[in-house]
């Protein structure tokens, strides 16, 4: 039987956004990707908060599974791999664009502040604005033409509430950070960024410092969204667990 893997999207996106990575892997895994709260079909699950986001995950999780995560996903991702019992379930992390987060009280209050006005905007919208919106953001900005036509499709089937919800449950300002738990990590760690995308670039060699079995791979040409613009490579990087 194929091993699994649980792959966890970013803020705004879907399940759906790793079909080409699903695509790419083939046969080599049992790929999960399902829409975090807040998100697609989850749009109206309630609370959207990581204590119940980590029991969804350890619902859909076999006893030994290897876990992926894009940004918010890739966050979200390091909490359960440390989180009791499901964490000793993960095999292998794979982590893209990843962050744990904000150390600095002061600066992760501001952010959980703007955050929190972000979410109130978003509630006014319509769908279609937020996410043209939302593809403008600098670390997304300069994704190819037909990446940006996907990402955008795929934000559509979310709702500005469920967004709203997701951005105040699961945002940067609210998880705490992780910094000073990463070496508590056990297993091999696969840390992905794209070349262009200077800020996690920096941050991956950061955790990398810090983590026991953590392995550092730059995607050449790609910017933050890794899997989007280099699935087949994003899922070489997942293949080579299993």
């Known amino acids: 039987m194929a091993p699994t893997v649980l792959l966890l999207h970013g803020f705004t996106n879907t399940g759906a956004s790793w079909d080409p990575v699903v695509a790419a892997l083939g046969e080599r895994y049992r790929a999960v990707a ?15 908060m990581l204590e119940a986001v980590i029991a969804d995950i350890a619902g859909l999780a076999p006893d030994r599974f290897t876990l992926a995560g894009y940004s918010q996903g890739a ?24 962050s744990p987060g904000i150390a ?8 959980r502040a703007a955050d929190g006005a972000l979410a109130d905007e978003i509630e006014g ?10 593809a403008a953001t600098p670390v997304l900005a ?26 105040r449950g699961l945002g940067t ?14 297993m091999p760690v696969t840390l992905i960024a794209g070349e262009r995308d200077e800020k996690f670039r920096d941050i991956g060699e950061r955790m990398a410092r810090e983590i026991a079995l953590a392995d550092l791979v730059v995607v050449a ?13 994003v899922a070489a990087e997942i293949g080579k667990g299993g």
């Open 142 to 167: 300069d994704q190819p033409a037909t990446v940006t036509a996907a990402a955008h499709a795929d934000r559509l089937l979310s709702t500005p509430a469920g967004l709203a919800a997701a951005l």
């Open 173 to 186: 300002g609210t998880l705490p950070p992780l910094w000073g738990r990463l070496e508590e990590l056990g």
């Open 104 to 111: 600095d009280p002061a600066e992760r209050a501001a952010r």
């Open 125 to 134: 919208a319509r769908i279609e604005e937020f996410a043209t919106r939302w």
């Open 75 to 98: 966050r979200i991702a390091l909490h359960a791999a440390l989180a009791p019992a499901l964490g000793e379930r993960v095999e292998r992390l794979v982590l893209i664009g990843a």
């Open 34 to 48: 399902p829409d975090i709260r807040g998100h697609g079909s989850a749009s109206l699950a309630r609370p959207v």
């Open 221 to 233: 040409g790609a910017g933050h969204a890794v899997h989007l613009e280099a699935p087949a490579r």
